[in-house]
């Protein structure tokens, strides 16, 4: 069950003519197409870790938190950027809002075993930078540690949430958007300078 086929299932599962049989289910589009991944790894027979494996581990946001914030920096940015994330905040095919802590594509299954150990912790995150290219928006978190439970660690090299990519594939993108930020703007080639707004200075 590829990740091109995932988007495509869950574009199909997105459509107005298919929100009763959601509704009718009690589950969310993310349930729904999770619970397919597994089915359908289980019919084939899939075994080993790392096939088993879910496709990335992450902290699960405050939907509304986000969207509040989304809202508030809509009127720090350009109206491009600002209309981008409207839009994707909008969009009935999105994943919920979270930060990604480990990923299939890039990280050890092993490492899966440390961060079982945080399931359900409370963890406090804090915006810092927003970054935006053609291809994709990403907002830089920091982790912070908290009296409730222990800091869960983050094996992205910069921890953020995406907030608008141009295809769903595309997410991966923001690691590289940030680091092209944090090291100056420089993205290489003949690609334009990213738009950077630090959320710091605005809380300041």
Known sequence: ??????????????????????????????EVVDNLTRSLRTSFGVSGMQDIAPRY???????QSVVALVHS????????????????????????????LWHS??????????????????????????VADEYCIALSVRVLSNALSPTVPCYNQFP???????KPDMAKHSNELIEA??????NGGDSPRPFTLDLQELQD
């Open 1 to 30: 069950f590829s990740l091109a086929r995932e988007t495509s299932t869950r574009a199909w599962l997105a459509r107005p003519k298919h929100q009763e049989l959601l509704s009718s289910l009690r589950l969310s589009l993310d």
């Open 57 to 63: 581990a992450s902290i699960d946001l405050d939907q």
């Open 73 to 100: 920096v809509s009127s720090h940015v350009p109206e491009d950027i600002a209309r981008r994330l409207q839009e994707y905040q909008q969009s009935s095919a999105r994943r919920r809002y979270h930060v990604t």
């Open 105 to 130: 594509q890039s990280h050890a299954v092993e490492l899966l075993q440390e961060l079982s150990e945080f399931k359900g912790a409370a963890q406090v995150i804090s915006p810092a930078l927003l």
């Open 160 to 166: 953020h949430v995406t907030l608008w990519c141009v």
């Open 181 to 186: 930020a944090v090291a100056g703007g420089d």
